[in-house]
Nanobody, 120 residues
Framework: QVQLVESGGGLVQAGGSLRLSCAAS????????MGWYRQAPGKQRELVAS???????DYADSVKGRFTISKDNAWNAVYLQMNSLKPEDTAVYYC??????????????WGQGTQVTVSS
């Protein structure tokens, strides 16, 4: 089993910053990719940013230039630096990881989610 533990959410004023962290632990053979998704009330969950083990980055257009995803050297944690936050960034943010549990199998795991609220 693999666990993803998120931290760093909270309440911030528009224009402010927050940094989310996600640590992976458990039966990990290797991590192929990690990322952050978010889900606002009444909306579908959407990709915010992702990073592969080779360092390939992907961002939603709505956060480009404001958010930065990074990983630690051990490749078992991922971070999301969120700057210039807007009220429309308000959502529950979920950490996601594509984990190989053996040389032949992988699956996707999700964290429990952390609330980010941006006040205007």
């Amino acid at each position: 089993q693999v666990q993803l533990v998120e931290s760093g959410g909270g309440l911030v004023q528009a224009g402010g910053s927050l940094r989310l962290s996600c640590a992976a632990s458990g039966s990990i053979f290797s991590i192929n990719a990690m990322g952050w998704y978010r889900q606002a009330p009444g909306k579908q969950r959407e990709l915010v940013a992702s990073i592969t083990k080779r360092g390939i980055l992907d961002y939603a257009d709505s956060v480009k230039g404001r958010f930065t995803i990074s990983k630690d050297n051990a490749w078992n944690a991922v971070y999301l630096q969120m700057n210039s936050l807007k009220p429309e960034d308000t959502a529950v943010y979920y950490c996601n990881a594509v984990v190989a549990t053996s040389a032949y199998s992988s699956r996707m795991y999700w964290g429990q989610g952390t609330q980010v609220t941006v006040s205007s």
